[in-house]
């Protein structure tokens, strides 16, 4: 689907986002070790995950709150950032378990669909040209943010 020039950024960052959750499954899948994939999960939120959340929370729900959007698609959004906040407090803890790595990444592949397929395709309906011009504005891409770049490559 194509996106709105002013949210590409965003898009762009979720393809890094799934690539992340393509690279643990493979890294489930060949039993690499889990501290490994939990400091890749970290270094990845660390370098682009948290920045690209900050984003929408602070620059496209604020602006789709001017509009009449789906307020239950907004607190859907927010509760699976807090939950994917939650997955990275526990790994950040030292709480490491192939459980939390395993709900980190079906979560954040589902989330990423969900944002590409249903909210951003609904928040292009609600927004004008000018809001999503200001929104553009906001964003910031990091092109070496790509998590393909992590030295420590478990899912080879």
């Known amino acids: 689907m194509k996106r709105h020039i002013q949210l590409q950024p965003l898009s762009r960052q979720h393809h890094n986002g799934l690539l992340v959750a393509l690279l643990i499954k493979k890294g489930i899948s060949k039993a690499a070790d889990i501290n490994i994939m939990a400091a890749f999960i970290i270094d990845c939120w660390q370098k682009d995950l948290q920045s690209h959340f900050l984003d929408e929370e602070n620059f496209l729900i604020p602006a789709l ?29 030292g709480q490491v378990n192939i459980s939390v790595i395993e709900n980190f990444t079906g ?33 910031h891409e990091d092109d070496n943010a790509n998590c393909i770049n992590y030295p420590v490559k478990f899912w080879a």
């Open 65 to 93: 709150s001017k509009t009449a959007f789906d307020a239950a698609l907004t607190k859907r959004l927010l509760d699976e950032h807090a939950t994917l906040r939650s997955y990275i407090h526990s790994l950040q803890k």
């Open 107 to 139: 979560l954040l592949e589902q989330h990423i669909r969900f944002e590409e397929r249903i909210y951003f395709a609904e928040a292009e309906k609600f927004l004008s040209e000018e809001q999503l011009e200001e929104v553009g504005k906001q964003l």
